[in-house]
């Protein structure tokens, strides 16, 4: 099985090529430290399997999966290990076709059976996770969640605007639209609910 990680922070990329190296039917094939060189590594070196954090610069790992499936296909598969236990990344993750996901807390020979249960064509899903994750649907759009996330990370309208190639008033609408469906006062606050559930 080639795999192909994707991780941003050094000590855990190579900690998790070192474990996998230990498996005998595994083969990491490249290291990436963002999704953006995930992507280009993974379109050279065809991967089985894509192993990626979700929080990475330049483009995220619910990002890279969407991307994946987009411009590659069914293959590679595509598994997301994070420290983050929130039902809405859970979500978002597997409507961007990601096939698995783990918790870094997760003991290291589970990661190991998770990759050949994906390899083979199965899921690979932290159980308490999926329980609580229809529980609790995401009322955010996608031009919402981009905007809000821009919002929490304190750009301006006019900013965020010029970003998404959008009106200050179409911004405004959006703003406000997500404060509305998070009960929120301001969008400081509304982006902070979002990224607590896991919806940015």
């Not at 094939?29 to 954090?53: H, I, Q």
């Not at 003991?107 to 529980?135: S, T």
């Not at 008033?169 to 639209?177: A, C, D, H, I």
């Amino acid at each position: 099985m080639r795999v192909l990680l994707a991780e941003d922070q050094a000590m855990v990329l190579g900690a998790l090529s070192a474990l996998l190296a230990l498996e005998p039917d595994i083969e990491v094939v490249g290291c990436a430290r963002d999704g953006a060189e995930a992507l280009a590594m993974a379109k050279t070196l065809r991967p089985d399997v894509v192993v990626t954090d979700i929080e990475m610069p330049e483009m995220t790992g619910l990002e890279l999966a969407q991307s994946l499936r987009e411009q590659l296909g069914a293959t590679p598969r595509v598994v997301i290990l994070t420290t983050f236990a929130r039902p809405g990344y859970l979500r978002r993750a597997l409507d961007a076709g990601a096939a698995g996901y783990l918790l870094k807390e997760a003991p290291a020979a589970e990661l190991a059976k998770a990759l050949r249960r994906v390899h083979a064509g199965g899921r690979a899903v932290d159980a308490e996770l999926a329980a609580e994750a229809w529980g609790d649907p995401d009322p955010l759009s996608e031009r919402e969640r981009q905007v809000l996330r821009r919002a929490g990370e304190g750009q301006s309208g006019p900013e965020i605007a010029r970003v998404l190639h959008l009106s200050e008033g179409t911004v405004r609408n959006y703003l406000s639209e997500a404060i509305s469906k998070l009960g929120s006062s301001n969008r400081v606050e509304a982006a902070r609910i979002a990224k607590a559930k896991g919806w940015l």
